[in-house]
């Protein structure tokens, strides 16, 4: 099973809930590659079972742009068997909280098999624990679901 994170972090919020998520994957002796969006080769997005998305939000509730090759790629490549998934943080003191984790959902929930998304305030703390694991475990429930079928 292949599968990545893409992620871009200006501050490190966003790297900090990525290496989280990953952290819990491999718990799960599930193998996960993870990449800054620059350093994705987005000609190898269709041999991926799974790709999440890890995005910051910038300006008013804007894609970052080290995101948009990849969420053109999405929108112009044949990815409606892929499954995915958006993480990001975000400062709820703006008024669209994490308004880049919204547009990638809307875009993947028509381009792709989205499972799940995940919004967090600043950076993880303990209490969101229990979200992230519920991110992966819905995850990995619909990726099974889809390499069964
Ligand atoms: C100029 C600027 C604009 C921002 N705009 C938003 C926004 O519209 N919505 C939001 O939820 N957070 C916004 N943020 C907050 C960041 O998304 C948040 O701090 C995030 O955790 C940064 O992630 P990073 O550390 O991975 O770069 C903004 C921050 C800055 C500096």
Known sequence: MKIAIVYASKTGNTQELVELLYKLFRSQYINVEVYQAKDFPIPALQGYEGVIIGTYTWGKGEVPAELLPIYRAFENQDVQQMTT????????????FCGAVDEFRDMLYIHSTLA???KIELTPQDSDLGRCHRFVELF??????KTCT
Do not use: I, M, W
């Open 116 to 118: 799940v998304t995940l």
């Open 140 to 145: 990995l429930k619909r990726l099974e679901r």
């Open 85 to 96: 998934g958006v993480v990001g943080t975000g400062d709820s003191f703006y008024p669209h």
